[in-house]
C-alpha cells in the first residue's frame, strides 16, 4: 500500500525543492482537522477576525456565534481544490507579517455531490428537519452581500515549514425558535492515501440549545484542542524482541506482527464552564456523523416525519454505498483515551464525539464532532523510537525518565491540583501578565510572568541494547492548535547532554485583554515537540514529533483567563484635605443674588494667604498594585475677565505626580529614596498605584513688603525695609500697593487609573460601555486669597435676639466668680471671604476648668462685614465647690476653612471664696485702728462685762462680696486665739482626745463658755435673740445684717459665756435650703474671720435694777434669799428705802471676798453666816465639794447674814 500522505512521504519531500507540487493531489484535497464550537452572543462571543460576528446581537438569546477550526495542508493553487487559491492566500500571509489573513475556501456551490456548505437544521441527529430558511449560512453576518462563492476563512497561522495552514471562520445565526438545533459544516471529498474513508464526503456537526428565557443549560460548547495528526511510532519484528525484554522496557511498546500492540494517547479538549466539565463523555462517531449525513434527506421535505433516503443529488453513488467507518485499531473509553493499534503503518481518519450528557434538558445530550488524522510510521528507520515527552512539574535530573528541573519548567507539581479535568488549572486575570496556580485549599503555589513549556528526549543503556544508541535532539516546540490572541512564544532554548538526553523549552508571555472575549474564559494550551538524530547528517531530516500524552507526560495545560474584576477608582488617602464628592457644589455662596446656596451644597472653601505659597497634597491609593493612579486637576485657568490677578502673580499649577510616599506630605517625599528602599528590600517593580499630586500657588508677590528685580516688571516679597538682597540692584523693599483680594474661582480634582496597556479602546466601549479608565467622583472647591477671620468687638448697637448690644469683651478682661455662680463670654467671630466658616475654639493651652462650655456656633447676619454674616458662640463657666481662691485663664482663637487664625482672646476668671469682715458692726467692744489708718471693728478680742437682768444690744454687720449670707449662731462655738491668746471653745464630749474633767458639751452639765445656743443639750435656753435685718447682694453693696440683743439671767453669774455669730451661704449647694461655711473663707485677719465672737463675763453680786422696782420687790425679782434691809445696806446710794430705786442701773447684793489659802465654802459660809445653798446660787461656777480648798485669790459673792430669817 503506498502512503502518499504520511509523515514519512513528507519529510522525505522536504530533500527536494519540487516536493509541494507532487503532494498537491493528497493535501489540498481537504481538511486535515475540523471541529466546530459555539457561544451564545448574550455570553460574550467575540472573534477578533471576524468583528462584526454578535456585535449587534448581545441582547438576543438566540442569537449564536460559531466558529469553525481546521487545517490545511498548502500546496499550489489549483482550481479543483477546496482550496483553490492556499499558495497564494499563505503567501501574502507570510509576505504581509502575518496581517493578511484572507483564506478562500470555494464552495463549488454549482456542483451539489461536491458542493461545500455551512448550515443548519432543526433538531438533532436523525431528527432534524430542515429550517423554512434553508438554514444554509453564506456570510458571517445576515444580510449577506453578492455571490458568496467563497467562505472567506482567516488564517490563524502557518507551520513553520510552510506545509500547513490554520484558520478559522466565525458566523452568526439568530435563530427562529427555541430548542436544539444542529449547525454542521459538510463537503466532500475527504483526503486520499487513508486506510478509512478515504475520498468520502464529510459531515462535522455541533448541537447547541436555544431558549429565548435563559433555560437551564450551557451557553457554549466543549473545545477541542487536538493536532491535526496523531503520529504513532512503530516498534516492528525487526527489533530484536528477546533483547529488549529482557531489559524489562516499561517504556517503549513491546510488539510482534504476531501479537500487536497500542499507543495511548488523550482527546485534547475543554468546556469552558466547570460546572459542565463533569458532563462530558466520549465516543467514536456513527456513520452518518462521519459524513453520511450529507447524502441524507428527508423523502418529504413538507413532512417532517417522513423518513430520511440518501439522495443522488448530495452525493455520488459511490459514496452513498460506501462503509463509512473508524479505524478498526481504535479503542475510546468515555473518558478520552485513545489506545490505538501500531502494528500497522499508516494514516487513518478519525471522528470523535463529545456527548454533554443531559445538557439539552429532559435527559437529551449535546454532541460536539471532532475530525483528525492518525498516522503510523516506523520509527525503527530512523533508529529513533522514543517521541520527546513534556513534564509540567518539579522534578530531578534530565537523565532519565523524570521530568525537567523546576527551574527549568516553572509549574508546581500536578499533583498539588485537583485533577478533575486531568489537566493542571493555572489562572491569570485579565488585563495582567501573571499565571498562578493554587492548591485546591486556596493555598497559592506559583506566581510568575511566564509559562514554561519544556521537552525531554533521552535514551539509556536499556534502549541502546534495542539500537537507540543515539542521542537525540529537541527540534521544535510548537503549538499544537489555535492559541488566544495576543500569546508571545520566546524562541525555543535547548539543553543537551551529548551523551545521553536533550531538552528544550519555550516560554509563553500573555496579558490577556478583558475587553476580548475570546480572550476570556477556559483555554487549553496544547503543544508538540519534534525531535532528531544528532548522529547523522543526512538524517537531521528524520524528525518524529510527540503526540498527545497522558499521565504525566502532558501536552497541554489549562488556563482561566479570568473576566474583568470588578475595579473601583482610586480612593483619596491622607494627607489629602478634602475628600468628599463635590462636583455639583455651589460656587457662589455668600455672594448677593446666589441661586444655588439654598441648596445646602455650597462648595468647600479653601483660601490661600496673600504674601505666603498655598500647597495642597492630593493622595490617592488603588487597591490594585497593578493599577498606575493619576490625580488630574481642573479649573486652575479661570475666565480671566472675571478673575484677575495683579502683577507677579500667577494662577496655581499642579506639580509633577510623585509615586510611593505614603502618607508622607508632597512637599516632605524623596520619591527616588522611596524607590530605593524600594529596591534595596527586594522589590524591583516601582510603586505606581500611590500616588501624590500638589497644587501650588505662589502669593509671595501679594505679601506686605515687596521689590522687583532687576531686569523684571513683577514685584517679589521681601522681608522688610531693611531689606536690600532680594531685589538687589532693583527697587527698595517698600510697603506693598498691590490689593490683597482676587475673585474666589473654582477648583476640582478627581483621581483615576492610567491607561491599561493594550487596550482597545473601542472594543472596550463596545463591550463594557465605559472607559477602560475608572475615574473618581470630583472634589470641587472655592480657592480665593484669604484675610484672616477676626474677632468683633462689643457692638453695643446692633440688637439680635430682642436684645440691645453683641460681640466679644476686650482681651484681658478679669471676671469674678462666686461658687455656684456663673461666667458668660459672648465671643462673635467671622472672615471678609466669601462663605467661609470661621470656627470659634477654646485653646488648650491654658485651657478651662472644669465647669466650663461653649455653646452650640450659630451663624448670624451682622452687615458689618463684608459678606454679612458673623458666627456666634458662648463660653459658660460655673463655679463649683473646691475652685474658691483659685484664678484660671482662658483663651479662644477663630480658624477658618483655611487653617487661618485669629488673634487669640484671652480672659481671666478668679473664683472668690466668702471671705467676711466685720468691722462695722455696733457697738464695736473694742475697736483698733487698721494700718490704713481706719478704725475698725476687728473680728475678734471682744471681752464684755455683763450683769445680770441687763440688756446688750448689738448690730451685726458681715460683709462678704459676690456672696448672700445668712448669719446664725454658731454652735459649738469656737474663738481660738481670739482673746489674750486664750482659747474659748465649746468642745464636744465626743471630740478625740479631750481630757479627763474638762468642760465639755454633752456631759449634762452647763459648764466652760457653754451657753444655751452653742450647746442646748447641756443649758438653758438664754435670754437672746438674734433678728437678720438684711441679705446681702449687690444692691446693698453685699452687707448681711443682724441684730442682737442679750440679757444674762441668774444663774450664769460669775461665768464666761462665749458667743459666736458666723455667715453661711447656700452658694454651690445641692438644694437651696441648704446652708453651710463650705464655701466660706476660714483664715482670720484683722478685719475678716468666719465668725464674730464676744465674750461675755456676768459680773457676781450686782444685778441690773427693773423699772419701777423697790429694794423689796428687787429682792424678791431676783429670788434672793435675804430680806431688803441687806440690798440697802450693800447700796449706800439707796437714800430711801421705800421709794422707787431711780437712776441706779445696778445694785449690789453683797460683798466679792478674796478667798484665802485653806478656805472651803463650809469655812467660808460659817464665817458669813449663810449657808452652802446661798454661796453656790449666786456663785455659778464654783464647782467644788463643800470640804474641798476653794482656789486662793478667787472671788465669791456672799449673801451676808443670809442664814438668818427673812424679815417681813
Not at 672 to 693: C, F, I, M, S, Y
Not at 952 to 961: G, K, N, R, W
Not at 1146 to 1156: I, S, T
Request: proline letters at 5%.
Amino acid at each position: 500500500m503506498q502512503h502518499r500522505c504520511t509523515m514519512r512521504g513528507l519529510q522525505n519531500a522536504l530533500l527536494v525543492l519540487t516536493a509541494l507540487a507532487s503532494l498537491s493531489v493528497c493535501e489540498g484535497q481537504t481538511f486535515k482537522f475540523a471541529h466546530l464550537r459555539w457561544t451564545a452572543c448574550s455570553k460574550g462571543f467575540y472573534d477578533p477576525y471576524f468583528p462584526s460576528v454578535c456585535k449587534d446581537a448581545t441582547s438576543n438569546p438566540r442569537a449564536i456565534g460559531f466558529t469553525l477550526s481546521a487545517s490545511w495542508g498548502v500546496t499550489g493553487n489549483d482550481p479543483n481544490r477546496m482550496l483553490q487559491q492556499a499558495f497564494t492566500d499563505v503567501s501574502n500571509f507570510v509576505n504581509s507579517n502575518n496581517t493578511v489573513r484572507n483564506l478562500r475556501l470555494y464552495r463549488n456551490k454549482i456542483e451539489g455531490q461536491k458542493a461545500i456548505k455551512i448550515g443548519w437544521r432543526e433538531g438533532k441527529g436523525m431528527d432534524t428537519v430542515l429550517p423554512p430558511s434553508g438554514g444554509i449560512v453564506d456570510c458571517p453576518v445576515p444580510t449577506c452581500i453578492g455571490e458568496n462563492t467563497d467562505y472567506m476563512f482567516q488564517i490563524d497561522r502557518v507551520s513553520t515549514d510552510r506545509t500547513k495552514v490554520y484558520a478559522r471562520y466565525s458566523f452568526e445565526i439568530i435563530f427562529p425558535e427555541d430548542g436544539v438545533h444542529s449547525v454542521y459544516f459538510e463537503g466532500c471529498c475527504r483526503q486520499t492515501g487513508t486506510v478509512n474513508n478515504e475520498l468520502l464526503t464529510f459531515h462535522v456537526r455541533t448541537e447547541v440549545l436555544v431558549s429565548a428565557i435563559n433555560a437551564v443549560g450551557p451557553k457554549a460548547s466543549l473545545r477541542f484542542d487536538m493536532p491535526d495528526t496523531v503520529v504513532l511510532r512503530q516498534v516492528t519484528s525487526q527489533v530484536d524482541a528477546e533483547k529488549c525484554a529482557e531489559q524489562e522496557m516499561q517504556t517503549m511498546a513491546q510488539c510482534s506482527a504476531v501479537d500487536g500492540c497500542y499507543h495511548n494517547f488523550q482527546v485534547q479538549a475543554l468546556h469552558p464552564v466547570a460546572a459542565f466539565r463533569s458532563q462530558i463523555s466520549y465516543r467514536m462517531a456513527d456513520a452518518n456523523e462521519m459524513g453520511r449525513y450529507k447524502c441524507l434527506e428527508r423523502s418529504d421535505l413538507a413532512d417532517p416525519t417522513s423518513p430520511f433516503q440518501a439522495m443522488s443529488t448530495h452525493c455520488e453513488p459511490r459514496v452513498i454505498t460506501a462503509n463509512f467507518a473508524s479505524p478498526a485499531s481504535i479503542e475510546l473509553s468515555s473518558e478520552g483515551v485513545v489506545s490505538f493499534r501500531i502494528d500497522k503503518v499508516g494514516a487513518w481518519q478519525a471522528t470523535v464525539v463529545a456527548v454533554c450528557e443531559g445538557c439539552a434538558g429532559g435527559g437529551e445530550d449535546l454532541i460536539s464532532v471532532l475530525d483528525f488524522g492518525i498516522e503510523v510510521i516506523e520509527a525503527w528507520r530512523f533508529n529513533n523510537w522514543q517521541p520527546p515527552y513534556s513534564y509540567f512539574g518539579e522534578t530531578a535530573a534530565l537523565n532519565n525518565r523524570d521530568p525537567p528541573p523546576s527551574a527549568l519548567v516553572g509549574i508546581t507539581p500536578l499533583a498539588t491540583f485537583n485533577d478533575m479535568m486531568r489537566y493542571p488549572m493555572l489562572q491569570i486575570q485579565c488585563g495582567r501578565s501573571n499565571f498562578r496556580a493554587q492548591r485546591s485549599s486556596g493555598l497559592q503555589m506559583w506566581d510568575q510572568s511566564y509559562l514554561r513549556i519544556a521537552y525531554t528526549d533521552d535514551f539509556s543503556a536499556a534502549k541502546a541494547t534495542c539500537g537507540q544508541g543515539v542521542a537525540q535532539s529537541i527540534d521544535s516546540i510548537v503549538q499544537m492548535t489555535d492559541l488566544p490572541k495576543g500569546i508571545t512564544i520566546s524562541p525555543m532554548t535547548k539543553i543537551e547532554n551529548e551523551q545521553d538526553a536533550a531538552s528544550a523549552y519555550i516560554d509563553l508571555a500573555w496579558r490577556p485583554q478583558c475587553e476580548d472575549y475570546s480572550q476570556v474564559g477556559s483555554f487549553l494550551m496544547c503543544f508538540r515537540a519534534t525531535d532528531h538524530l544528532r548522529r547523522v547528517p543526512f538524517e537531521s531530516f528524520a524528525m518524529l514529533p510527540s503526540y498527545p500524552g497522558i499521565g504525566t507526560s502532558r501536552s497541554c495545560l489549562a488556563v482561566e483567563s479570568l473576566p474583568v474584576a470588578d475595579n473601583p477608582a482610586p480612593a483619596f488617602q491622607a494627607p489629602t484635605k478634602l475628600m468628599e464628592c463635590s462636583e455639583d457644589c455651589c460656587d457662589c455662596c455668600g455672594r448677593p443674588g446666589c441661586g444655588c446656596a439654598n441648596q445646602g451644597n455650597c462648595c468647600a472653601a479653601i483660601y490661600a494667604t496673600a504674601g505666603d505659597i498655598l500647597e495642597l497634597a492630593v493622595r490617592a491609593v488603588d487597591v490594585d498594585p497593578f493599577e498606575r493612579s493619576l490625580v488630574y486637576m481642573t479649573g486652575l485657568q479661570p475666565d480671566q475677565s472675571l478673575v484677575l490677578l495683579p502683577a507677579g502673580v500667577n494662577f496655581p499649577k499642579a506639580m509633577a505626580l510623585k509615586y510611593g510616599c505614603g502618607d508622607t506630605h508632597y512637599t516632605k517625599c524623596d520619591e527616588a529614596a522611596e524607590r530605593a528602599k524600594r529596591l534595596a528590600a527586594g522589590h524591583a517593580t516601582p510603586v505606581t498605584n500611590d500616588v501624590q499630586a500638589l497644587l501650588r500657588w505662589d502669593l509671595g508677590a501679594m505679601g506686605l513688603f515687596t521689590c522687583v528685580p532687576v531686569e523684571s516688571s513683577a514685584p517679589v516679597k521681601c522681608n522688610g525695609l531693611a531689606d536690600t538682597s532680594t531685589c538687589l540692584g532693583g527697587s527698595a523693599c517698600k510697603v506693598s500697593d498691590i490689593k490683597k483680594t482676587i475673585a474666589s474661582f473654582k477648583v476640582c480634582y478627581q483621581t483615576g487609573e492610567g491607561p491599561r496597556p493594550g487596550v482597545d479602546l473601542p472594543l472596550w466601549l463596545r463591550t463594557f460601555g465605559r472607559s477602560p479608565e475608572e475615574r473618581s467622583c470630583k472634589v470641587c472647591f472655592m480657592l480665593s486669597v484669604a484675610d484672616k477671620p477676626f474677632f468683633i468687638d462689643y457692638d453695643p448697637d446692633f440688637e439680635y435676639n430682642g436684645r440691645q448690644g453683641i460681640g466679644t469683651p476686650f482681651s484681658g478682661i478679669e471676671y469674678h466668680v462666686a461658687v455656684g455662680d456663673e461666667v458668660k463670654i459672648e465671643l462673635l467671630a467671622a472672615a471678609n471671604n466669601v462663605g467661609q466658616i470661621v470656627q470659634i475654639s477654646l485653646l488648650a493651652e491654658p485651657g478651662a476648668p472644669l465647669g466650663s462650655r461653649l455653646t452650640e456656633q450659630v451663624e448670624i447676619d451682622y452687615e458689618k462685614v463684608t459678606y454679612d454674616k458673623a458666627f456666634l458662640r458662648h463660653f459658660i463657666f460655673v463655679a463649683r465647690k473646691g475652685q474658691e481662691g483659685l484664678r484660671y485663664d482662658v483663651c479662644f482663637q477663630g480658624v477658618d476653612g483655611n487653617d487661618m487664625k485669629s488673634r487669640k482672646k484671652c480672659f481671666s476668671i478668679t473664683v472668690f471664696a466668702a471671705t467676711i469682715s466685720w468691722e462695722q458692726t455696733t457697738p464695736c467692744p473694742n475697736t483698733v485702728v487698721a494700718d490704713t489708718g481706719l478704725v475698725v471693728c476687728p473680728p475678734d478680742g471682744h471681752f464684755k462685762n455683763v450683769t445680770v437682768g441687763c440688756q446688750y444690744s448689738f448690730s451685726l454687720s458681715a460683709i462678704s462680696p459676690l456672696y448672700s449670707l445668712q448669719l446664725r449662731q454658731q454652735k459649738l462655738a469656737s474663738c481660738m486665739n481670739c482673746l489674750f491668746d486664750s482659747n474659748f471653745s465649746v468642745v464636744a464630749c465626743s471630740s478625740p482626745g479631750l481630757e479627763k474633767g474638762m468642760a465639755c458639751c454633752g456631759n449634762g452639765l452647763c459648764d466652760g463658755v457653754e451657753t444655751g445656743a452653742s450647746c442646748p443639750t447641756d443649758c438653758r435656753q438664754d435670754d437672746e435673740m438674734l433678728t437678720q435685718t438684711a441679705v446681702s447682694a449687690a444692691e446693698n453693696g453685699w452687707m448681711s445684717v443682724a441684730s442682737y440683743t442679750f440679757t444674762p439671767t441668774r444663774g450664769v453669774e460669775g461665768r464666761r459665756l462665749l458667743r459666736c455669730f458666723e455667715g453661711v451661704t447656700n452658694a454651690g449647694a445641692a438644694s437651696a435650703d441648704h446652708f453651710s461655711n463650705d464655701v466660706v473663707d476660714m483664715r482670720r485677719t484683722l478685719t475678716t474671720a468666719p465668725s464674730f465672737c464676744l465674750v461675755f463675763e456676768v459680773q457676781r453680786c450686782s444685778y441690773c435694777v427693773p423699772q419701777y422696782a423697790t429694794m423689796k420687790s428687787l429682792a424678791q425679782h431676783y429670788l434672793l434669799n435675804m430680806d431688803w434691809l441687806r440690798i440697802y445696806n450693800s447700796n449706800p446710794a439707796l437714800l430711801n428705802p421705800d421709794a422707787l430705786i431711780q437712776n441706779i442701773d445696778v445694785v449690789a447684793v453683797g460683798p466679792l471676798y478674796k478667798v484665802q489659802k485653806g478656805d472651803t465654802l463650809l469655812s467660808v459660809a460659817a464665817m458669813a453666816k449663810t449657808t452652802l445653798k446661798s454661796i453656790l446660787q449666786v456663785n455659778s461656777d464654783v464647782a467644788v465639794a463643800s470640804s474641798e480648798e476653794l482656789e486662793a485669790g478667787q472671788e465669791i459673792c456672799l449673801l451676808l447674814c443670809s442664814s438668818m430669817p427673812v424679815l417681813a
